[in-house]
């Protein structure tokens, strides 16, 4: 496997169901992150985990709960979620050069299609 | 606050000719990069091209050039010589502090 990749890629939920979405990237970055993307909207990123610490988390209900357990792998888990949460969730990862603050460009994953019932 | 602004919802552009999709952007960081990204319908992200606040010549990668004009704070894409295989969504990004946001994106047509 190369770049970034993430399971599964089209996902149908209830909204009492609990899933998790998998992102898994084979190169070597450091940073990763979770966007949501829906119709006519701007990409939003959810959160951001950078050197396996998890440095942004812009107001996302609770309902999504993210974990990085190491530097190549991140999981976004979801519970009781609303229809309005049906989205394309894209993962990406940069590599971020500690004690400099900055980010690269960022290489996606191709994302997993969620729809919420 | 920082801001990107793509005023082409839509465009359509006969195969082989070139096309330049614009992007503004707003920010009050000295040091900030700026990239576009292009979506086909699978919808993957895939990244095109970079450019530093600071990098005195427009950055060029293949038939993708940035015309980055920093007085103006805009940063276009040119895509030369267009091709069927770039009908997609091209979103313009900025980073700043840490933080990077999207535009909503341009949609590309290449009619043949």
């Known amino acids: 496997e190369t770049g970034v990749t993430q399971t599964p890629r089209h996902l149908v939920m209830g909204m009492t169901n609990k899933k998790s979405l998998k992102c898994e990237q084979h190169?070597?970055?450091?940073?990763m992150y979770w966007y949501k993307q829906s119709a006519k909207k701007p990409l939003e990123l959810m959160f951001v985990?950078?050197?396996?610490?998890?440095?942004e988390n812009n107001s996302v209900p609770s309902r999504f709960s993210p974990e990085c357990p190491n530097s190549s792998h991140l999981f976004l888990h979801l519970h009781t979620l609303q229809p309005e949460d049906s989205a394309l969730y894209l993962c990406?990862?940069?590599?971020?050069?500690?004690?400099?603050?900055?980010?690269?460009?960022?290489?996606f994953g191709p994302g997993t299609r969620l729809t919420v019932t | 606050a920082q801001k990107i602004t793509q005023t082409q919802p839509g465009m359509f552009v006969q195969e082989k000719e070139a096309v330049t999709l614009d992007c503004t952007y707003d920010?009050?960081?000295?040091?900030?990069?700026l990239f576009w990204y292009k979506q086909p319908s699978s919808g993957e992200m895939i990244f095109l091209i970079y450019?530093?606040?600071?990098?005195?010549q427009n950055a060029t990668e293949g038939r993708y050039s940035l015309n980055f004009q920093k007085a103006r704070k805009s940063a276009n894409l040119v895509i030369s010589a267009s091709q069927l295989g770039d009908s997609a969504m091209y979103f313009c990004?900025?980073?700043?502090?840490?933080?990077?946001?999207f535009g909503k994106g341009t949609r590309l047509h290449i009619l043949p």
């Open positions: 990406a990862s940069s590599q971020v050069e500690p004690g400099q603050g900055s980010s690269y460009e960022q290489y």
């Open positions: 190169l070597g970055h450091n940073a």
């Open positions: 985990y950078s050197l396996e610490e998890r440095v």
């Open positions: 920010t009050s960081d000295q040091s900030y990069g």
């Open positions: 450019q530093g606040s600071y990098d005195e």
């Open positions: 990004a900025m980073r700043g502090n840490d933080k990077i946001i």
